[in-house]
């Protein structure tokens, strides 16, 4: 259960993107594979397996930001996987302490990369572990700050019941 709790994901925002962005579709089927690839090579004993679930928790992270950039109104985000970077490009929405922690576990960039090619020798499981479940939080935190596909801030709807004799006319 602490390996898949990425399901309910499943019933986020990340699976309620709207036609905005192309790319924002994109970045968002990435997401869920990402997360359950992290969980997958964690399993595996050994220490580029660990490595490398760094790199997809990192990289299913990344995704989710810059989805949720996307549909906020961003016409691109930086082709970079700096958690850190593109999770200060968020700026104005509520922010927890856990999402602040979680965002400053991830690796830089480059490290994740290096994590990516095993050029780090491999981890430790606990910092697979801890890389994972940071990755977790983010990407529900952006899951569920998505903007929805129809707003209706401030509208106001007028409803009328048509009766039978305006129906014929």
């Known amino acids: ?21 192309q790319l924002a579709l994109q970045h968002a089927a990435l997401v869920l594979p990402y997360l359950q690839a ?21 990289f299913a992270a990344e995704n989710a930001i810059k989805c949720h950039l996307l549909q906020a109104g961003a016409s691109k985000v930086p082709n970079v996987h700096d958690v850190r970077q593109l999770d200060s490009l968020d700026a104005g929405l509520p922010r927890s302490s856990e999402l602040e922690v979680a965002v400053s576990v991830m690796p830089s960039g480059k490290d994740a990369v290096r994590h990516r ?33 129809i707003g209706l801030e401030n509208a106001r709807l007028k409803m009328k019941e048509i009766g039978r004799a305006s129906c014929r006319e």
């Open 1 to 21: 259960s602490t390996l898949f709790p990425y399901t309910t994901l499943f019933r986020s925002g990340l699976m309620m993107v709207g036609n905005k962005s």
């Open 38 to 58: 992290a969980a997958q090579s964690i399993l595996q004993p050994d220490r580029h397996g660990y490595s490398t679930a760094i790199w997809e928790a990192n």
């Open 117 to 149: 090619y095993g050029e780090l020798g491999g981890a430790p499981l606990a910092h697979a572990m801890k890389a994972y479940q940071a990755s977790l939080v983010i990407c529900r935190h952006y899951a569920n700050v998505i903007p929805p596909k």
